[in-house]
């Protein structure tokens, strides 16, 4: 009878039953393994990354300022005491959601990049910077609304992830905006207001320009520099001075210099040494010294004239601009604006600042005290150490 069926024993059914068991649970990881795998933790989750925000993506910004007040474009974390472009910046992009606050201590975590280094009061229609940021919606809308009017983001494009706006940057275009009583000769007023440039002194002006094109060694245009370092060759593609124009009954003119990079002071140095020369106070033969082994006392113009006026990606451009991922940097589109700005925030602050701080005519005032025949020596003062080659400082960029 079935109520009567034989009964396995207790101890083989229970080992039965275990074994099911644990088969079942091998085979359950083998189905969970197979069918769901475990996933990277998305970079969203990271510590002190909300969750639900928008993935960070790799872009440049294409900026514009006003260097008046500022030390510079670098940012010196830590330190408040000089106030710099990036500060305003990075201050912006936290504000606006962009980057979380705990990137903006840490500049690294966001792998920005500056394609160029602008010095104290310089400024710049075409500064682009390389950075990770979060894709907010209408995103230079809200990062502008908290810059000041003199700051201004005015493009955004995307590019390869690996991509550094320094290390990219083919060369640097910068313009340097002068009163022209720079170039009158030395027998006249400092600061004649009433002074024009003629055709044949804009001539001497590019001629002398000119000369800078292809690659020399200017140690003796920055600080810190032998002329045996290799750091010291520089070439420069391009340097011309344009037609004048007048602002507020005062001629003004501007130069532009496009080079592959540039040492501190050495576009101020550049432009310092032409302007001794068309005023009668240095030779030309100084120029040609001046790229020599002897040092050679070259005059540095006032930083407040100086703009950095667009940065070159053709490289890049022509490897990535046509992929149909991403877009080349050329900034067509946004040329308008950057004209607009340089009209509104650019030269009028060069133009106001020449007239109420002089600087240029300062300047000029000093043209007389320098030696452009100085040797090392000389330049190094009584009595001073110049040092040999093999006690350079180890300086680089």
């Known amino acids: 009878m079935a109520g009567n069926a034989e009964q396995p024993a207790p101890g083989v059914a229970g080992q039965e039953q275990e074994r099911k068991a644990r088969c079942g649970r091998r085979g359950a990881a083998r189905v969970w393994e197979d069918t769901e795998p475990q996933t990277k933790k998305p970079k969203s989750c990271e510590a002190g990354e909300p969750r639900g925000k928008p993935p960070k993506r790799k872009i440049v910004l294409l900026m514009a300022y006003s260097g008046k007040g500022y030390h510079g474009m670098q940012r010196n974390v830590g330190s408040s005491q000089f ?56 995103i230079l809308a809200k990062i502008n609304s908290h810059l000041p009017s003199h700051i201004r983001i005015l493009g955004l494009k995307r590019v390869t992830g690996g991509f550094n706006s320094k290390k990219k940057c083919d060369s640097r275009t910068y313009l340097y905006m002068l009163p022209t009583f720079a170039f009158a000769h030395r027998d006249r007023d400092v600061q004649d207001e009433t002074y024009r440039l003629s055709p044949e002194t804009l001539q001497q002006v590019n001629q002398l320009l000119a000369r800078y094109k ?67 106070y240095a030779s030309e033969d100084v120029l040609e010294r001046s790229w020599g082994e002897a040092k050679v006392d070259v005059p540095k113009a006032p930083g407040l004239g100086l703009v950095l006026e667009r940065v070159h990606f053709e490289r890049y451009n022509r490897r990535y601009g046509n992929d149909g991922l991403h877009e080349p940097l050329d900034w067509v589109q946004e040329e308008a604006e950057v004209t607009a700005f340089k009209e509104q925030h650019i030269y009028p602050t060069i133009i106001n600042t020449e007239r109420q701080e002089r600087s240029m005519a300062q300047w000029l005032s000093t043209l007389p005290m320098h030696d452009f025949g100085a040797t090392a020596q000389a330049a190094a003062g009584p009595g001073a150490k110049v040092p040999s080659p093999q006690e350079g400082d180890g300086h680089s960029d």
């Not at 792998?111 to 010095?119: G, L, P």
């Not at 400024?123 to 950075?131: I, W």
């Not at 593609?237 to 130069?255: G, K, N, Q, S, Y």
């Open 83 to 138: 106030k710099t472009i990036e500060d305003d910046l990075v201050s912006a992009l936290v504000q606006a959601g962009c980057i979380p606050e705990s990137h903006g201590e840490n500049m690294k975590k966001m792998s920005f990049q500056r394609c160029a280094r602008t010095d104290k009061g310089v400024s710049a229609a075409g500064q682009v910077v390389s950075l990770k940021v979060r894709l907010i919606d209408d």
């Open 214 to 280: 292809g690659t020399h060694n200017f140690h003796n245009f920055t600080s810190q520099k032998w002329p045996w370092e290799p750091s010291a060759q520089r070439y420069i593609l391009d340097m011309f001075c344009e037609a004048p124009f007048e602002r507020d009954t005062m001629e003004f003119a501007v130069i532009k210099v496009t080079g592959q990079s540039f040492m501190t002071h050495q576009i101020r140095k550049m432009v310092g040494l032409v302007v001794a020369i068309v005023k009668g």
